[in-house]
T-cell receptor
Framework: EAGVAQSPRYKIIEKRQSVAFWCNPI?????LYWYQQILGQGPKLLIQ????????DSQLPKDRFSAERLKGVDSTLKIQPAKLEDSAVYLC?????????????FGPGTRLLVL | DAKTTQPNSMESNEEEPVHLPCNHS???????IHWYRQLPSQGPEYVIH???SNVNNRMASLAIAEDRKSSTLILHRATLRDAAVYYC???????????FGTGTRLAVRP
């Protein structure tokens, strides 16, 4: 079974530039998550989708971050404009359903450096 | 979300058992206890989860206290590949997000 795919793996941009990350979840997984992981910390949820609808985006900085999952499969996370503090690893995860006993499967992440 | 408390770091010798503790005194009756680990430069990976009873799988065992206020992840024979950050997470039965703390960084000595 193919895992969660993310691209690019690494990105370096200057502050105030825009950047986009792509995620392809495991086939058949209805729930998709984007996490931000700052160096030395655990991952923090940015947004959760159930199919193509948003379930939780309470911690997404909506003035600069946006995400979509138009056909309920792939997802894109965008930052516009980027700030220095956005330097982090952006992780995508998916699960069959959003249940307490369900496993989340994580991709390798995209490492973003904002200069 | 209910919070967990873990030691910042632990060390183990290769091929010896490792017991990683987690305190979760505010756990509710319907919270699942999940463990994930994150190897260097990788995304987190699922290790094990349980609700009330002890659980075993091919990776590890999970021992849950009778009052459910603490749990222990047991790696029966540590290998160098087990060096990672281990996260203990409480998850509501309704699902939704995983709330990660800072975890326990496990070092394995050859």
């Amino acid at each position: 079974e193919a895992g969660v795919a993310q691209s690019p793996r690494y990105k370096i941009i200057e502050k105030r530039q825009s950047v986009a990350f792509w995620c392809n979840p495991i086939s058949g997984h209805a729930t998709l998550y984007w996490y931000q992981q700052i160096l030395g910390q655990g991952p923090k949820l940015l947004i959760q989708f159930q199919n193509n609808g948003v379930v939780d985006d309470s911690q997404l900085p909506k003035d600069r971050f946006s995400a979509e999952r138009l056909k309920g499969v792939d997802s894109t996370l965008k930052i516009q404009p980027a700030k220095l503090e956005d330097s982090a690893v952006y992780l995508c995860a998916s699960s069959l359903m959003p249940l307490g006993a369900e496993t989340q499967y994580f991709g390798p992440g995209t490492r973003l450096l904002v200069l | 979300d209910a919070k967990t408390t873990q030691p910042n770091s632990m060390e183990s010798n290769e091929e010896e058992p490792v017991h990683l503790p987690c305190n979760h005194s505010t756990i509710s009756g319907t919270d699942y206890i999940h463990w994930y680990r994150q190897l260097p430069s990788q995304g987190p990976e699922y290790v094990i989860h349980g609700l009330t009873s002890n659980v075993n799988n091919r990776m590890a065992s999970l021992a849950i206290a009778e009052d459910r206020k603490s749990s222990t992840l047991i790696l029966h024979r540590a290998t160098l590949r087990d060096a990672a950050v281990y996260y203990c997470i409480l998850r509501q039965s309704s699902g939704d997000k995983l709330t990660f703390g800072t975890g326990t960084r496990l070092a394995v000595r050859p």
